[in-house]
């Protein structure tokens, strides 16, 4: 087959279901993996598609745009609550914990009203409000300069408040990770405080909906070594899971 035809043939299936493992293409387009991976590497180059771990996704230009507050509340709900379900088994009373801002862990911040002694801390105006209102634990908050339309604190007091914080564990989210490139951010005014928190807390747990790992964001906030564990929904690919596994991420599905 010639090569634009397989091109055009590889658009066709990420036209249609946006994403496609290489297998799948290679069963298309009847070529070799080799060549598969020849077209994607030359597809992606000129901007066609984006390439990823075991296969392609259609480039979309909104791939690196954050989405708003309220699109992230309202993604993937039910799975951030196991997600949450599943991190609150590794808090013990009377601990000190960091609760990054993120959407799931705002649904951990609704869990804790069962604990009882902890030192809840936290840079999200959501996590605070409903650790002073809804439990009885104490609540030290991260101040600093608020990002406008994502309610929490980031810069340089909201750094130098956490850099005299020692904590149990963290609770950390991000907006993407990747078995090669780690994990990464959409914007890099919150990076530092994600790494003071990992590196002040004995253990760093990542949690995050199973779509953070089929994206990719611009800014890098560490390697993989950092997490002790990571949580995420049973809806992850069994591919990328091996994948994660491989590059010796304590990963659990829930």
């Not at 745009?65 to 009373?93: M, S």
């Not at 990992?198 to 779509?211: G, K, P, Q, R």
């Not at 990719?216 to 690919?237: C, H, N, Y």
Request: aromatic share 6%; proline share 1%.
């Amino acid at each position: 087959m010639l090569r634009a035809k397989r091109q055009d043939l590889i658009l066709q299936v990420l036209q249609e279901k946006g994403i496609a493992t290489t297998e799948e293409l290679m069963e298309k387009t009847e070529a070799s993996k080799a060549t598969v991976h020849r077209d994607i590497s030359e597809m992606a180059s000129e901007g066609s598609l984006e390439k990823i771990r075991g296969g392609a996704r259609l480039f979309s230009a909104e791939a690196n745009i954050e989405p708003t507050l309220t699109e992230r509340a309202a993604q993937n709900t039910e799975e951030k609550k196991r997600i949450a379900q599943a991190a609150a088994a590794y808090i013990r009373d009377g601990e000190r914990i960091i609760l990054d801002s993120g959407t799931t862990t705002y649904e951990l911040a609704r869990l804790l009203n069962r604990f009882s002694g902890l030192t809840v801390i936290t840079n999200d105006l959501r996590i605070a409000l409903e650790v002073a209102t809804r439990t009885r634990n104490k609540l030290f908050f991260i101040g600093g300069t608020i990002r406008d339309g994502f309610c929490y604190s980031y810069g340089y007091h909201a750094e130098a408040m956490l850099r005299g914080i020692s904590a149990n564990k963290i609770f950390l989210s991000v907006d993407a990770i990747d078995p090669e490139h780690g994990i990464m951010n959409y914007i890099m005014e919150d990076i530092n405080l994600k790494t003071i928190g990992m590196d002040n807390a004995a253990e760093a747990f990542l949690l995050c909906d199973h779509s953070k790992f089929e994206t990719q964001a611009l800014f890098s906030v560490g390697m993989l070594d950092k997490i002790t564990r990571a949580i995420t929904g049973w809806e992850l690919p069994g591919e990328t899971r091996e994948a994660f596994v491989e590059a010796g991420v304590d990963l659990i599905c829930v």
